[in-house]
């Protein structure tokens, strides 16, 4: 049973650039989320999803974009990076409802230079 | 506005020393209660869970927390610590069962352990 996966681990943009991270999980989970991680700042919820074809903003949504066609997959689309955006990224996954705790992926380091 | 505070950024205990962990939260009800932990490259891995009942409740890894309504607290400990509980600890926060929008986490504590 892998969980919730991460791809990719490590990722360099240069400002401006577009790309997107992966976020995929195995345990049928239906709440689905994306967070970065800050020094100091502890988890902001960038995204959230209760389903497929259900999305929502969290507390810091600007500069990112979600889809979840899939009750599997839900990618992060950072639309034109810049440096502010440059953190650790992870995404969770739990079953409904959220007292269940969150099962969280390994993250992905992302620098924009 | 709904609040999670850990008060302390840092702290070194010395391997076979008690541990405790401070968390307080600001919330006109009863939240669901939540203690995760990070080791140093992964993701959060989750330690225990309250959310009604006993308000002292066990977790993975020999953690345990105790939840005082009168004092906003949900504090984590352990008898015992071992080199490998070196990690970064955070305490979570949920308004309700589909707050899912809602969940706030700490500033994390990290711990250190010295042989």
């Known amino acids: 049973n892998a969980g919730v996966t991460q791809t990719p681990k490590f990722q360099v943009l240069k400002t401006g650039q577009s790309m997107t991270l992966q976020c995929a999980q195995d345990m049928n989970h239906e709440y689905m989320s994306w967070y970065r991680q800050d020094p100091g700042m502890g988890l902001r919820l960038i995204h959230y999803s209760v389903g497929a074809g259900i999305t929502d903003q969290g507390e810091v949504p600007n500069g990112y974009n979600v889809s979840r066609s899939t009750t599997e997959d839900f990618p992060l689309r950072l639309l034109s990076a810049a440096p502010s955006q440059t953190s650790v990224y992870f995404c969770?996954?739990?079953?409904?409802?959220?007292?269940?705790?969150?099962?969280f992926g390994s993250g992905t380091r992302l620098t924009v230079v | 506005a709904q609040s999670v505070t850990q008060p302390d950024i840092h702290i070194t205990v010395s391997e076979g020393a008690s541990l405790e962990l401070r968390c307080n939260y600001s919330?006109?009800?009863?939240?669901?209660l939540f203690w995760y932990v990070q080791s140093p490259g992964q993701g959060l891995q989750l330690l225990l869970k309250y959310f009604s009942g006993d308000t002292l409740v066990q977790g993975i890894k020999g953690f345990e927390a105790e939840f005082k309504r009168s004092q906003s607290s949900f504090n984590l400990r352990k008898p015992s610590v071992h080199w490998s509980d070196a990690a970064e600890y955070f305490c979570a926060v949920a308004p309700g069962e589909t707050s899912y929008d809602k969940v706030i986490f700490g500033p994390g504590t990290s711990l250190s352990v010295i042989p």
């Open positions: 969770a996954s739990s079953p409904v409802p959220a007292s269940y705790g969150y099962t």
């Open positions: 919330y006109g009800a009863t939240p669901y």
